[in-house]
Each structure stands twice: as C-alpha cells, then as structure tokens.
C-alpha cells in the first residue's frame, strides 16, 4: 500500500516568496495531521483535519500559515510570505482513528534564504 | 496538557550490546504510547504502540517497551544493537480526539562499531 505521499521534498526558496507543500494521505484515513520539526522546537502539531474539515489550528505559527483540505486525498499547508523562521521539516500524516496509528510521510525540507 | 519525557538526549552503545531509550509520560489515565524512529533525512517510521492491551509491547527491528503505570514510563529496549539502529528515537502519546501525539524531544542512538 502506498503510504502518505508529501511533495516537493526538498524546497530552498527566497523570503518573501510563498511556499506549497502538498499531502496525499493514505486511502480511507479519515484524520491528517501537519507537523513541523525544528532543532529548537522539535516536533509540533500545526493543524488536523477530520474528514476534510479542519478541528484545531491552534499551532499554526501565525496568520503567515494556511492549510486546506478540498477533498479527502489531498491537503496544502502554504506560507506567504515565507520567512527564514519558517525553515524546518515540515510532515504531513494521516489516522484512520479506530486503529490508533499515525503514518508519516517522509517529510518537506524546507530552507528559506 | 500531556507531556513527554525522553530522559536521554544522546545514547552511545557498542554493537551487539543491549540499548535503553528512557521515556516518561504524564497522563493519569491509561494513556496510547509509541515509539518511532526516524534515520538521517527519512521520515518517521512507528516502532510499536501500546494501548491498554499488554504492558510489555513487541516492535519492529527487535524492540520491545515496557508499560509501567506506577512509574509513568515507556522505555524502549533491544537486547543487541545492530549497525542499522543508529537514528532518532521519539517517544509519543496520543490524545484527545484524533488521538493526536505530543512528542517527546528525541534521543539520538549512536551505535558503535
């Protein structure tokens, strides 16, 4: 089975610019969640989704971050304008809540210059 | 809030001998734990989960972890590292609605030759 499916991997862009990292989540999962892992603040939820609709925002940075979820095998978290704060790898995972797991993909590397 | 606790920021080992990864969590009530592993520029990979059923909870790779409710720990075990096991190791609990994970800081396993 394919597992959650992150693009672009790798991203180096210049400040200001806006930055789209993209999600497929796993088939039939009904919760995906977007992480960021920084060496200061390691791994934080930003925001989850319940079948497409977005629960808790809460850790979302600032109004500089958005995350979409138009249907239930694709979600965007977008930054604009982007900042060299905002460098860090950024995971997108999905749940199908009666099993309790969480799957991870592999994960944007982001660098802002 | 739920909080974790990786007592451990960096462990050394030599190959062939036994590893220890220390983590505590806070709950009060029966709480869902996992371990996941993340290699150098890959992404998270879960270990095993615990969640109510067995205290002593078998992995992937030949880890296992323990439950212990009186002493609010999970920690990760292997009676022989191999070359392979050097990576991050993170410790989670799962909550609230999407049981969605709050991350310990990481231990990094060093394994020597």
């Known amino acids: 089975d394919a597992g959650v499916i992150q693009s672009p991997r790798h991203e180096v862009t210049e400040m200001g610019q806006e930055v789209t990292l993209r999600c497929k989540p796993i088939?039939?999962?009904?919760?995906l969640f977007w992480y960021r892992q920084t060496m200061m603040r390691g791994l934080e939820l930003l925001i989850y989704f319940n079948n497409n609709v977005p629960i808790d925002d809460s850790g979302m940075p600032e109004d500089r971050f958005s995350a979409k979820m138009p249907n239930a095998s694709f979600s965007t978290l977008k930054i604009q304008p982007s900042e060299p704060r905002d460098s860090a790898v950024y995971f997108c995972a999905s749940s199908f809540l009666v099993q309790n797991t969480i799957y991870f993909g592999e994960g944007s590397w982001l660098t802002v210059v | 809030a739920q909080s974790v606790t990786q007592l451990d920021s960096h462990v050394s080992v030599s190959e062939g001998t036994p590893v220890l990864l220390r983590c505590n969590y806070s709950s009060s009530y029966s709480p869902s734990l996992f371990w996941y592993v993340q290699h150098p520029n890959k992404g998270l990979q879960l270990l095993l989960k615990?969640?109510?059923?067995?205290?002593l909870v078998k992995g992937i790779n030949g880890f296992e972890a323990e439950f212990k409710k009186s002493e609010t720990s999970f920690h990760l075990t292997k009676p022989s590292a191999h070359m392979s096991d050097a990576a991050e190791y993170f410790c989670?609990?799962?909550?609230?609605?999407?049981?969605?994970?709050?991350f310990g800081s990481g231990t990094q396993l060093t394994v020597l030759p």
């Open positions: 989670a609990e799962g909550s609230g609605s999407a049981r969605q994970l709050t």
């Open positions: 088939s039939g999962h009904d919760y």
């Open positions: 615990y969640t109510s059923a067995a205290t």
